[in-house]
Nanobody, 125 residues
Framework: QVQFVESGGGLVQPGGSLRLSCAPS????????IAWFRQAPGKEREGVSC????????YYADSVKGRFTISRDNAKNTVYLQMNSLKPEDTAVYYC??????????????????WGQGTQVTVSA
């Protein structure tokens, strides 16, 4: 079963920062693009960022461009999402997933396996 464990979420004030981590459960990240998604209450899940297998290419949604940075450490089998200048509208449960290809495909889909538990990010004063 392809699934990830996300961590690093929490409560932060507007303008603050958080770094999310995601690690797969029992398999290697090698050869696949990894994407971060988020789902706010009452909204559909949306793609936030993606990184190719070699880290040569990345994708950011317009809403987070310039504030979020995605990175991966294949040696540690972990992907990170550095989130700066957080806004209340960034509040959501954040998930990561492996794509079925090595590059960030249009629409960031389809994903391999199933969704993990996610990590809650709350931006509030």
């Amino acid at each position: 079963q392809v699934q990830f464990v996300e961590s690093g979420g929490g409560l932060v004030q507007p303008g603050g920062s958080l770094r999310l981590s995601c690690a797969p459960s029992g398999f290697s990240l090698d050869y696949y693009a990894i994407a971060w998604f988020r789902q706010a209450p009452g909204k559909e899940r949306e793609g936030v960022s993606c990184i190719s297998d070699s880290s040569r290419s990345t994708y950011y949604a317009d809403s987070v461009k310039g504030r979020f940075t995605i990175s991966r450490d294949n040696a540690k089998n972990t992907v990170y999402l550095q989130m700066n200048s957080l806004k209340p509208e960034d509040t959501a449960v954040y998930y990561c997933a492996s794509l079925i290809v090595s590059f960030c495909s249009r629409g960031l889909g389809p994903i391999r396996g199933s969704w993990g538990q996610g990590t809650q990010v709350t931006v509030s004063a």
